[in-house]
């Protein structure tokens, strides 16, 4: 028992312990848990009290300014307003992102926007963005904006506030009032090298400013932070950092606009853009920093003052790479984007480019800019400020307020009373939709009109600061403003003065302003690029710099001058005369063949030897300095003899450039000139050297040890024997191939004409057969693209005597290929054509043109003698290009005619006058007319945009395309895309033939049309449909369409429209039913009563529209589009009519009865025939 009661007593007391230990966690637990709603609700109450003596200091401010809410709020429809994070979402990554915020912005002059249970604001008021950026400046913090850069931008001025802010600003302000002491001469070589690259980059004439606009600012920040420009680094480490920065800007404008949830969107290729970024920035920091710490202060700040200073100061490196990073963003992107979208409404208003061209007439192009020069041309502010009108450096921004704050209107029904603002709130104040008010700068606000900033009314209206804010505004004005203004207006001056006749490049659309694509990064930039066509007459300011006296030609022979170069070594200067010879005395010399750019496109400056290699260099001439580009000037010196002088013809100097009477007389002899010589020398470039103050002198230890140095003396001691180099290897056979030389026009007649071609690659001479020959040994370029223009004019060379040599043939092979002078596209193959030559001020031989038309006219085969003179083409450098242009198509055509003749009279002179008697013309088989066609946009292409403009006002239309109406349009069914994935649509297309066609053979018809159309349309891949669209290019606007008497008329019946007419966003092409049985594809906004118009010379038809037309008997149309016709539909294509030349209108007589004549351009023929099989 007594053990029992042990154990049952020592269970209590265990239990009894137990329950009191739990009693003690509970008040342990209780008394924590006590503390923490204690601590809880002392924190609500404080906040409860805080949020009331907000409220209660609010309410104050509010009385005490009259303020009133603003009753404007941006409107959505679902719960919690996500309809409009939907359509923030989808404005992210458009190209009108502005644009489309327009309806923000159009409520009110100020707004509220409810998101989430949160108030924000919109303000487009010119006195609330005043208070925000300057009068209530302290009120206001930058919020999220510090958060959605940092990744790339890190901690710097653009993202700080208060005291850091101003130590920041202080730095920076130090060094721009340095750098304003130096411009504009600061941008001089960076100028130099923007207009090189022009040329450089131009593919056809046409050039994308944009790019090259962002290398030239990129090169001058970098100059001004770094010490050196960008262009110093190598090619491949430019396109890496250039393409690294572009992405991490992109991504930092999507961050912006994220606002808060800026923190979602950090991809790896933005991170890692941005690490590739930092890199880059810290190279320079790094290297200016051990500069300053090896040699001091003073030898530091000579090339690195920026970094110098602000790693004095602030002593910490990240802080110095971050701050380095602000000053450069700002620098690129804001005067790049103002330079493109300058020139991007310049080339687009002729009226206001013209003007400032005139003004900018005014700065000699031989002395450097200063900035009272830039000062005294006040047009050019006009159109810098009508620019950042538009395109304002910052478009859009965001405030958050640091405390309550007044906004001084906005308020209330009317919007004129005070608002409050609570403290965190959020405004965006839009500059782009201010600087488009209609009230501030009238009605044409969305106009880009420099003029109005001209007369001063602008003054009180659009106050800077308010009404306009350009660089931002206040205490957070741009520092760099006067550098970018000087920057930019440099750059337009010199861009201006190099290429005298910017134009809009052909086929790029005129959109009106706001509708153009915009690109947002940081800035806002052209979307699409800034395509210019660019028309240089002189191919480097040289021909402008050269005050030279040349010696006058011998009049009434033909005659040249002549360079002798006396000798010397390689690095001595240039010692040279020019004299003027005739051919009647049988002169001897050598000439050259180069290219007149720079021989290093991808290292065109050196911080190193400070050598720019654009800028041209001197040698003296007859005792006169003399200006030559360095391609040359380092020909010459290779070239030059140490024992024996050397004559020699180089067109820089030997023609005058600046004389265009002169310059196209000596191009007319241009062929005369290369068969005479004794030997052409083809200058290839030197090997590669870099661009270092040791250049020339290894340059010259070649050229003592090379082949070149013994030339002179073995040309005069041995003439035509030389001493060759050895075979090169297979490397430098790439590069010789890979050279830009090959790309040149004049390159064809300089290497087709000569009988002996001699090739210098730096010291290196080889002969032109033992070169061709080792490149096929090597088998260089047989499967790449890069080496087709050498291939093209090896093929040249080797066909030289054959018929390949024809004006059509060589245009085809080689308009194309790049020359400074677009006339030179055409000039410079007619000296090695065998069916033409060039001439110069010789009236007879345009009368042999007008005689040989006229004899054609009268059905009789021209003469001997006038066919021998319509082998000529003139030579003017004044011609329009129009007219060039109709000199080659007329003579390709008439050679055309004329072999039929001849063909005529082979078999007998009656056959040649009945066929003469049928048409009244000779009848061009369809291949040689469609070839015509082909050789004729070649020409245009070549010619570039100006034949287009020109021919709106100096031209009738050039081919008269002969077509007839395959038929009137009756029905309209499904889309392509529904019917081939519809059996329902199939089946509903069926039934329509119906109710249109009853016969029974138009129905058995229609079936085997369809079926035959039905499977052809099914193999169409997804360019062959886009074919069939709507045409609205700005270069095709109307035809004027003339009739045959016997045409087919319209209905007059007034068809209903099936479906509305959509101009934009087709779902694609529409089958179509038409008179006469007809089934085709046609574009969208086709409608019932359209007429589909198809061509005799090719498998190509439109679809136009019939309008309204005063004279009886007569129509017409406008063209609305390409389509696509089921076959066996209408006349025999391959009995098609003559191809007809519309220079006179003496072609009614001739017409075909039911045919219709439609007016078109080369261009436009171009566009609708393009992809069809001819």
């Known amino acids: 028992m007594k053990g029992g009661y042990e154990i049952t007593m020592t269970a209590f007391w265990n239990s009894v312990r137990s329950l009191a230990s739990f009693i003690g966690e509970i008040r342990t637990v209780v008394a924590t848990l006590a503390t923490v709603l204690c601590a809880y609700m002392s924190v609500r109450w404080w906040n409860q009290k805080q949020v009331a003596n907000r409220c209660q200091l609010e ?78 400046f302290e009120d206001y913090g930058l919020g999220t904006r510090r958060l959605a850069s940092f990744p790339l931008l890190g901690e710097g001025i653009f993202s700080q506030d208060g005291s850091a802010w101003r130590h920041s600003r202080e730095l920076i302000r130090r060094q721009f009032v340095r750098v304003q002491k130096q411009a504009p001469q600061a941008f001089t070589s960076h100028v130099e090298n923007l207009i090189s690259g022009i040329s450089e980059a131009a593919v056809n004439g046409v050039v994308d400013l944009k790019p090259l606009m962002f290398e030239y600012t990129l090169n001058t920040t970098t100059m001004l932070l770094f010490g050196e420009p960008h262009s110093s680094m190598d090619k491949a480490e430019r396109e890496a950092v250039r393409e690294n920065f572009d992405y991490a800007t992109f991504g930092c404008g999507i961050r912006v606009r994220l606002a808060d949830a800026a923190i979602f969107y950090n991809p790896p290729k933005f991170r890692k853009a941005c690490k590739a970024v930092h890199a880059w920035a810290s190279f320079f ?169 001209e007369n001063g009314d602008l003054a009180k209206k659009a106050r800077p600061g308010s009404g306009y804010v350009d660089f931002n505004a206040g205490p957070r004005i741009c520092l760099g403003k006067d550098f970018a203004l000087m920057e930019a207006s440099y750059a337009i001056i010199r861009i201006l003065q190099a290429y005298p006749k910017l134009r809009l490049a052909q086929g790029i659309k005129n959109e009106p302003v706001g509708a153009e694509p915009q690109a947002y990064t940081i800035g806002l930039s052209p979307g699409d690029g800034v395509h210019v066509a660019k028309v240089r007459e002189i191919p480097a300011t040289i021909a402008t710099i050269n005050m030279f006296p040349y010696p006058p030609l011998i009049t009434g022979v033909d005659s040249v001058r002549l360079l002798t170069v006396a000798p010397g070594n390689f690095l001595s200067p240039l010692q040279c005369t020019l004299t003027s010879v005739a051919f009647s005395e049988r002169p001897k010399y050598v000439a050259l063949s180069y290219t007149w750019g720079c021989p290093y496109p991808d290292t065109s400056f050196s911080p190193v030897s400070q050598v720019n290699m654009s800028v041209p260099v001197t040698l003296t001439l007859n005792n006169e300095e003399f200006f030559v580009a360095h391609n040359l000037h380092l020909f010459l010196l290779h070239l030059r003899s140490a024992t024996h002088p050397i004559t020699v013809w180089a067109d820089a100097i030997c023609i005058n450039q600046a004389d265009n009477a002169e310059r196209s007389q000596q191009v007319a002899l241009m062929a005369f000139i290369y068969t005479r010589a004794s030997r052409v020398i083809v200058w290839l470039g030197t090997k590669e050297y870099p661009v270092t103050s040791d250049m020339f002198r290894l340059m010259s230890l070649e050229w003592r040890s090379g082949q070149t140095v013994h030339f002179a003396a073995g040309i005069a001691a041995q003439g035509n024997k030389i001493r060759r180099s050895p075979k090169p290897t297979k490397g430098v056979l790439v590069r010789i191939a890979k050279s830009s030389y090959w790309t040149r026009v004049w390159v064809v007649q300089e290497m087709c004409l000569p009988r002996l071609l001699t090739l210098f690659y730096g010291s290196d001479v080889w002969e032109y057969e033992d070169l061709q020959q080792w490149t096929l040994e090597a088998g260089i370029g047989e499967a790449s693209d890069i080496f087709e223009p050498m291939r093209r004019l090896l093929q040249a060379r080797n066909s030289r005597h054959s018929d390949f040599m024809s004006l059509e043939n060589l245009l085809e092979r080689f308009a194309a290929n790049k020359c400074s002078e677009l006339r030179d596209s055409v000039y410079s193959l007619l000296g090695c054509a065998h069916d033409v030559s060039p001439y110069f001020g010789q009236s007879d031989k345009m009368n042999t043109l007008d005689n040989y038309i006229t004899s054609l006219s009268a059905g009789n085969k021209p003469s001997n003698e006038i066919r021998r003179g319509m082998g000529f083409i003139e030579v003017d450098y004044k011609r329009s290009y129009l007219d060039i242009w109709c000199s080659v198509v007329k003579f390709v ?143 095709i606007t109307a035809w004027a369409v003339s009739q045959g008497s016997d045409t087919p008329r319209t209905s007059d019946i007034n068809h209903g429209v099936t479906r509305p007419i959509r101009q934009t966003e087709s779902p694609g092409p529409l089958m179509c039913l038409g008179s006469n049985c007809t089934m085709a594809l046609v574009p969208f906004s086709t409608r019932p009563g359209d007429i589909i118009v198809r061509f005799w010379n090719c498998d190509a038809a439109i679809v136009m529209r019939p309008m309204l037309t005063m004279a009886p008997g007569s129509a017409s149309f406008s063209l609305l589009g390409r389509a696509n016709v089921a076959p066996m539909q209408g006349p025999d294509l391959h009995a098609c009519p003559p191809l007809l030349w519309t220079s006179s209108s003496a072609d009614e007589k001739s017409r075909l009865p039911g045919a219709v004549y439609v007016d078109l351009n080369m261009r436009t023929l171009q566009e609708i025939t393009a992809g069809i099989s001819l």
């Not at 395309?961 to 059996?983: C, K, Q």
């Open 59 to 136: 309410r104050k401010i509010a009385a005490q300014h009259n303020c009133k809410p603003v009753e404007p709020y941006v409107p959505y429809k679902w719960p919690f307003a996500l309809d409009l994070v939907k359509r923030q979402y989808d404005i992210l990554f458009s190209d009108h992102t502005f644009e489309r915020m327009t309806p923000y912005f159009g409520l009110a002059e100020t707004c509220c926007i409810h998101l989430f249970g949160l108030t924000g604001y919109f303000t487009t008021d010119p006195d609330n963005i005043e208070t925000i950026l300057s009068t209530n």
């Open 893 to 1035: 055509f008439f050679q055309a005619r004329d072999r039929v003749l001849n063909c005529h009279s082979d078999v007998g002179s009656n056959t040649r006058q009945q066929a003469v008697a049928e048409q009244q013309t000779c009848v061009l088989g369809r291949e040689r007319q469609i070839s015509i066609v082909r050789t004729a946009c070649i020409v245009q292409q070549a010619l570039g945009q100006q034949v287009e403009e020109e021919s709106h006002d100096l031209a009738p239309p050039f081919i008269k395309a002969v077509g007839y109406v395959a038929g009137e349009i009756l029905h309209l069914g499904p889309t392509y895309y529904s019917l081939m994935a519809s059996s329902r649509e199939e089946q509903d297309w069926n039934d329509c033939w119906y109710k249109h066609y009853q016969r029974s053979e138009d129905l058995e018809r229609l079936r085997r049309t369809n079926e035959g159309y039905r499977s052809a349309i099914s193999e169409y891949n997804q360019k062959d449909i886009r074919r069939i669209r709507q045409i609205d290019d700005p270069h």
């Open 285 to 453: 920091a790094k290297k200016a920093i051990k500069h300053y710490e090896d040699f001091g202060e003073d030898a530091a700040s000579e090339k690195y003052a920026f970094i110098v200073d602000l790693w004095k100061e602030i002593q910490d490196f990240d802080l110095v790479r971050d701050q380095l990073l602000h000053v450069l963003v700002a620098g690129r992107d804001s005067t790049a984007s103002l330079l493109s979208w300058t020139f991007f409404h310049l080339v687009r208003n002729r009226d206001i480019l013209e003007r400032l061209q005139e003004e900018v007439a005014s700065v000699p192009v031989d002395i450097e800019i200063n900035r009272e020069q830039i000062q005294r041309l006040p047009f050019l502010r006009c159109c810098i400020n009508e620019t950042l009108r538009l395109y304002p450096t910052l478009p859009m921004n965001i405030r958050f307020a640091n405390k309550p704050t007044v906004l001084p209107r906005g308020g209330g029904p009317d919007g004129k009373s005070p608002v409050l603002l609570g403290k965190g709130a959020g405004i965006v104040y839009s500059v782009y939709h201010l600087h488009r008010r209609e009230d501030i700068y009238g009605p044409d606000s969305k106009v880009y009109r420099p003029q109005r900033w």
